[in-house]
T-cell receptor
Framework: DAGVTQSPTHLIKTRGQQVTLRCSPKSGHDTVSWYQQALGQGPQFIFQYYEEEERQRGNFPDRFSGHQFPNYSSELNVNALLLGDSALYLCASSLAAGAFSYEQYFGPGTRLTVT | DAKTTQPNSMESNEEEPVHLPCNHSTISGTDYIHWYRQLPSQGPEYVIH???SNVNNRMASLAIAEDRKSSTLILHRATLRDAAVYYC???????????FGKGTSLLVTP
């Protein structure tokens, strides 16, 4: 059973460009959350998707947007990249309900470098 | 959101128990206490969670103070693989946003 997978592993972008990161949740999971982790800091919550809609959002500007597909996979889009967007982007999947809805499974992350 | 306070770092010898403290004096009655850990170059992984009672699982134990204003994650026998950053997190709902702080960096020495 594959866990949470993310692509790409690394990428380098130039300031002002746009980027799309992808996430496939753990088999059977229906909820996807995205986090940003700057170097030396804990992950910061960006948003969460359930039933193809944004269910909860953290304190991130509108440049950060997302999408969830019918197969529960998800994309994170960042427009007009800034140097400060350089970070590890983590995807986590979970179940919306049920006995194990408390546990979020994290992927290995995508390392984004903005130059 | 209620905040948590953890020591920046702790050190333990291999095969000894480790007690990782967390203060959450502003916890509300519906806040769950979650612990996650992040090994080097990996995403965080779930360790344990609880609401009011002490909890045990195969990875660790969670001791929750009677007033719920503090909790302690207990690793019964630390191994080198337990070296990680440990995060204590409060969450009002299961499965909702996890607000990570800086966590405690645990160093395990042979």
């Amino acid at each position: 059973d594959a866990g949470v997978t993310q692509s790409p592993t690394h990428l380098i972008k130039t300031r002002g460009q746009q980027v799309t990161l992808r996430c496939s949740p753990k088999s059977g999971h229906d909820t996807v959350s995205w986090y940003q982790q700057a170097l030396g800091q804990g992950p910061q919550f960006i948003f969460q998707y359930y039933e193809e809609e944004e269910r909860q959002r953290g304190n991130f500007p509108d440049r950060f947007s997302g999408h969830q597909f019918p197969n529960y996979s998800s994309e994170l889009n960042v427009n007009a990249l800034l140097l400060g967007d350089s970070a590890l982007y983590l995807c986590a999947s979970s179940l919306a309900a049920g006995a194990f809805s408390y546990e979020q499974y994290f992927g290995p992350g995508t390392r984004l470098t903005v130059t | 959101d209620a905040k948590t306070t953890q020591p920046n770092s702790m050190e333990s010898n291999e095969e000894e128990p480790v007690h990782l403290p967390c203060n959450h004096s502003t916890i509300s009655g519906t806040d769950y206490i979650h612990w996650y850990r992040q090994l080097p170059s990996q995403g965080p992984e779930y360790v344990i969670h609880g609401l009011t009672s002490n909890v045990n699982n195969r990875m660790a134990s969670l001791a929750i103070a009677e007033d719920r204003k503090s909790s302690t994650l207990i690793l019964h026998r630390a191994t080198l693989r337990d070296a990680a950053v440990y995060y204590c997190i409060l969450s009002m709902h299961s499965g909702y946003a996890l607000n990570f702080g800086k966590g405690t960096s645990l160093l395990v020495t042979p």
